[in-house]
């Protein structure tokens, strides 16, 4: 495997240190600021001065790309304890939001590409996904739990407009009275409340928003492509009103950058109609941890050191802990600090209730090969 970091691994970081890690940013409307090969790769690319003065041209338009992607299976399983759900299905790998804080981008070197600019734009989606769950589904041995609904990258991102996997997957879980959760950051959810709002009213539907912030402006930095935290309030607005639970996801929570907005986002969300909610602290594995140092020192030179500190003193001195529990919190004075805003908060405005459990007793499953059904035994 091999590692990319720039900057050291461990300890505290100067302005000169980050100021070291700057790339050329040339794709306006994307999140990374470069395109890093993959930790897999054999070969490193990097751009360099061979006298033509080509480095200085100005970047071509960086198109998004959509290939499909042949799955053998659609639900994936986990045993994370510190997790809420033990499986998910996530309709497309990578995605066009472009959040360059997002944990799932180091995944995209699966495919042999960067966790960088081709995360966002070199996009794949799973057309069989619909045939695969009825089939998972209806196995004899299949043991009904929630299924969590694009949770590795947003099953609503630009893409499901036009392609509407995600409807599909929900109207097969609507079909069969399967209990779903689903988190996004996007307005696009609004288009489905007419299949959600009647899971949630059997007890078998939930819906996370994530909102980072209410900034616009940090807003289209970090998240290029995802919905204007306007609209993501409207959006908890239109699902609460329909009878939708929302928990709000303050998340991911950066030291010293969204971290002042804390109380702000949830007074924001609660006057909204967000009937909970939950945070994390940035996590930084694998690639990711270059990509938002190149970002900071892009477009934050000033508190970028800082941010970085601010993070490694919640980690144990590196950019990352993966332990169990910690990974989304940190530890020491200042995760504390983190921690008991966000509870004394949440508790004032009351998004300190338990999430709904989901009812999985109305399940029934769809029809196994040959149209023969599963009997209740």
Known sequence: MRQTQKLQRKGRVSLIDVEAV???????GRGAVSNQTGRFERETHEAFDDGWGTLEEAAGR?????????????????????ISFDRTINPYRGCEHGCVYCFARPTHAYQGLSAGLDFESRLFFKPDGPALLKRELARPSYVVRPIALGMNTDAYQPVE??????RTFLEILAAHNHPVTLLTKSALIQRDIDLIAPMAEKGLA????????????????????AAAPHKRLETIRALADAGIPVI?????IIPALNEPEIERLLEAVAENG?????YVLLRLPYELKDIVHEWLA????????????????MRGGQDYDANWFERGRGRGPHARLIAQRF???????????????????????????????????
């Not at 790339?23 to 306006?28: A, I, L, S, V, Y």
């Not at 939930?206 to 492509?225: A, K």
């Not at 709000?248 to 991911?252: D, F, G």
């Open 22 to 28: 700057a790339e050329r940013f040339e794709h306006g």
């Open 298 to 313: 892009e477009h934050y030179p000033d508190r970028a050191a800082r941010i970085i500190n601010l993070l490694r003193d």
């Open 343 to 377: 509870q004394k908060a949440a508790r004032r405005l009351r998004l300190d209730q338990p999430r709904p459990r989901l009812r999985t007793d109305l399940f029934r499953p769809p029809e196994g090969p040959g149209g023969q059904m599963q009997l209740d035994v």
């Open 248 to 252: 709000a996801m303050t998340a991911p």
């Open 206 to 225: 939930r819906v996370g928003v994530s909102i980072t912030t209410l900034d616009p402006r940090l807003s289209r930095r970090m998240e290029p492509r």
């Open 62 to 82: 960086l198109e998004t790309t959509l290939t499909p992607e042949a799955a053998r299976t659609i639900i994936t399983y986990n045993r994370s304890p510190d």
């Open 274 to 278: 967000a009937s909970s909610a939950g």
């Open 161 to 166: 407009r036009r392609l509407r996997l995600t």
